[in-house]
């Protein structure tokens, strides 16, 4: 009997900024629910996140960003994930998103962003109901 | 009655007090929770009596201001003869613009600068690096070379006011930019004041903004030390910082341990270098956050300058009192401000506020109640600034120095933080050093505990934080978000490649080449970077010299 797979998560932090408080928390707070986690360290550009998407053959991929840089970087994420035809990869992000950014946001096709104060209960119950079913 | 005696009877006194009247009263209205702590995880007592402060000698522990072991603060006439600095950290989008933000900020009475660099220039990169793209002038201030700074700076005399930089790995490069707008201003480098942060080991685990790896940070740190001390003796050359090390999630404790364990390796780097400690030492200065737990941070600050004086005397055999003192800024921790109902965090600023002026700070940098949100309007920096001319002028609490002295409570606190400090130190000595705690995650690991210890406090209630998960409401506060127009970027990019142009090139190559050449001789390399800058080099070109003889650091990630 093969044991139920893993769900697959990359945490992973787009650009210069070095705010790695919440990303590691959310990392850590989505391992204790079960789940395997990659986190990627700092400074990472689009290119190398959809790579280690790719290469870990992830669920989901959590973005956080907190130096404002997200309405160049998220869009540039989403293309490359086109491109490499990982559409059906749950994509959510958090840190410091303006309001006013996140219809923007959510229309590129970033399914829930969360902001200071989510509590990370509510981020992992989202994981859980929104993680696209393999076949 | 002896002292001792007279304490006897109040441990007597309290014991009744626990039998009689107590039980009666938690009968009638129990306590709120089963127990009380902090954030460092400290048991607090339901009151505190002279039985906690009974070890405590008071000319030993506290003494006078001014006077050894500095625990009432380092001045001794203190906020009475002048008042703290109150400097805002700000920079935004163009230097044009920030200079603007400056002059307003001068205008209404603010008495130091300090920038805030964009996160390319903070990494030492040019913002036409591919790296660059999206970040430039957005989290603070571009500064690519001496063209950028000279904008900076137009119509603002650098003699007048002294200028904090929070720069770490290109620290060496942006003082060498100072100094040279310094040269053309005509200010003496004797007459240059300001700080740059230039603490490299808080890098490795609390702030993550690095280039080099740990051994040509600490060098590099180690040469603006030097540098200073001959050539620009007013100029703070570090800042060691405990600001990162508690927002990246530390509790008290750790961050005091921490920062004055880093203070204690840099004493150590500066005096291998052939510096003897009473040339450098009075030139240290540090940093730390303020938090929402007012006597515990009060109990912090004031602990901070004892062991300080302690290691300066003990440690390192230093004779000139100044370098001994702890000279310190404060800024009001970002991480408890909350997005939620943000006008809140006006309260919460004023807060830690009042606990670094009550500790006797030198330096307050007030949070505005939108950075949770967003950069801060000017609204709201405004009114960050006008909390602490408040808290000056209008509270009382600046009358007195070192007002808490004598609780039992903070004494006993400030005591608790000492000792734990200490039990740090030592694991960390037997570790080998600050160097080796990095290498081997420790401060990494002993970090991002704290941090989700911390949350899930929060996410279980046990840690109420008003307007996140108690008293919510739907309302939304409209905020105004201050953008940095995307042609920021553009316009900086431009600028920078027809600087790039337009200088004089072959002048550029040949000092780029000396400092590649200096820096593989193991010279002290700021002569060499002030050179640099002045030919007009850029940020980018002298960090990628350094880069190349050094290597880039790889970072360990520890969740």
């Not at chain 1, 303006?98 to 989202?126: N, S, Y």
């Not at chain 2, 603490?199 to 280039?211: H, N, S, V």
């Not at chain 2, 000017?378 to 007195?400: D, F, K, M, P, Y």
């Amino acid at each position: 009997m093969q044991s139920e797979r893993k769900i697959r998560v990359l945490i992973a932090k787009p650009g210069l900024d070095s705010h790695d408080r919440g990303a590691k928390i959310i990392a850590r707070a989505l391992r204790d629910a079960g789940m395997e986690v990659i986190y990627t360290g700092l400074k990472q550009t689009p290119e190398q996140i959809v790579e280690t998407a790719l290469q870990e053959d992830v669920d989901v991929i959590g973005l956080s960003i907190l130096s404002g840089a997200h309405k160049t970087l998220f869009p540039r994420i989403i293309q490359l994930l086109k491109e490499k035809d990982l559409t059906d990869v749950l994509v959510i992000a958090g840190g410091i998103i303006p309001e006013e950014d996140v219809a923007e946001m959510k229309e590129l096709g970033i399914k829930e962003m969360f902001g200071p104060g989510t509590p990370t209960d509510k981020i992992v119950q989202f994981v859980f109901e929104n993680v696209p079913k393999r076949t | 009655m002896s002292d001792k005696g007279k304490i006897n009877e109040i441990a007597k006194e309290l014991e009744r007090w626990e039998k009689t009247t107590l039980p009666k009263w938690m009968g009638q209205r129990p306590e709120r929770k089963s127990e009380f702590r902090n954030h460092s995880d400290t048991l607090i007592k339901r009151v505190y009596t002279p039985e906690d402060t009974k070890e405590l000698d008071y000319m030993r522990d506290l003494g006078f201001p001014g006077e050894y072991p500095f625990t009432r603060g380092v001045h001794a006439t203190m906020h009475r003869g002048r008042l703290w600095t109150m400097r805002q950290f700000s920079g935004y989008g163009t230097a044009e613009q920030t200079n603007q933000r400056f002059k307003y900020l001068l205008k209404e009475g603010e008495t130091g600068l300090s920038i805030a660099f964009d996160y390319p220039t903070i990494r030492g990169y040019d913002s036409d690096n591919p790296l660059s793209k999206g970040e430039v002038g957005i989290c603070g201030v571009a500064v690519a070379s001496l063209k950028d700074m000279e904008v900076l700076f137009d119509g603002i005399p650098i003699d007048k006011v002294t200028t904090s930089m929070t720069i770490n790995g290109p620290a060496a490069m942006l003082l060498a930019m100072y100094i040279a707008l310094g040269d053309k201003q005509g200010v003496p480098r004797e007459n240059l004041g300001g700080t740059t942060q230039n603490d490299m080991l808080k890098e490795f685990f609390a702030q993550k903004l690095i280039i080099f790896p740990p051994k040509p940070s600490l060098k590099l740190v180690t040469d603006i030390i030097e540098y200073c001390t001959r050539h620009v003796p007013r100029w703070n050359p570090i800042s060691i910082s405990g600001y990162h090390i508690r927002e990246a999630g530390a509790n008290a404790v750790q961050e005091l341990a921490f920062t004055l364990y880093d203070g204690i390796t840099y004493l150590e780097s500066c005096l291998e270098r052939g510096m003897k400690v009473d040339e450098f030492a009075p030139r240290l200065s540090f940093f730390f956050a303020a938090h929402n737990d007012l006597f515990e941070e009060i109990a912090k600050f004031r602990a901070a300058r004892r062991i300080w004086a302690k290691i300066m005397k003990g440690r390192f055999h230093a004779k000139n009192l100044r370098s001994m003192w702890m000279r310190m800024h404060v800024q009001t921790a970002g991480f408890t401000l909350t997005a939620q109902q943000p006008l809140n965090n006006i309260t919460r600023v004023t807060i830690q506020a009042v606990s670094a002026v009550l500790a006797g700070t030198q330096s307050l940098h007030t949070n505005s109640f939108d950075e949770a949100l967003a950069l801060p309007s000017e609204e709201a920096v405004r009114i960050a600034l006008r909390t602490q001319q408040i808290i000056a002028h209008e509270s009382g609490v600046a009358n007195t120095i070192d007002p808490l002295a004598g609780s039992y409570y903070v004494e006993n606190l400030t005591n608790e933080m000492e000792e734990r400090a200490m039990e740090y130190f030592k694991k960390l000595d037997d570790m080998g050093g600050a160097i080796a705690a990095i290498e081997r995650g420790f401060f990494q690991k002993e970090i991002a505990d704290s941090a989700y210890k911390y949350q899930r406090e929060v996410d279980g209630k046990k840690r109420i934080l008003v307007g996140v998960n108690d008293y919510t409401t739907e309302e939304k506060y409209p905020i105004k978000v201050l953008r940095v127009d995307p042609k920021v970027e553009e316009e900086h990019v431009a600028r920078l490649q027809k600087l790039k142009r337009e200088r004089d090139n072959r002048k550029v190559n040949e000092v780029l080449e000396k400092l590649h050449y200096n820096t593989e001789k193991d010279e002290n390399l700021m002569p060499t970077i002030i050179d640099a800058v002045k030919a007009y080099a850029t940020i980018g070109e002298i960090c990628g010299v350094l880069r190349k003889v050094y290597g880039e650091y790889k970072e360990l990630i520890v969740i």
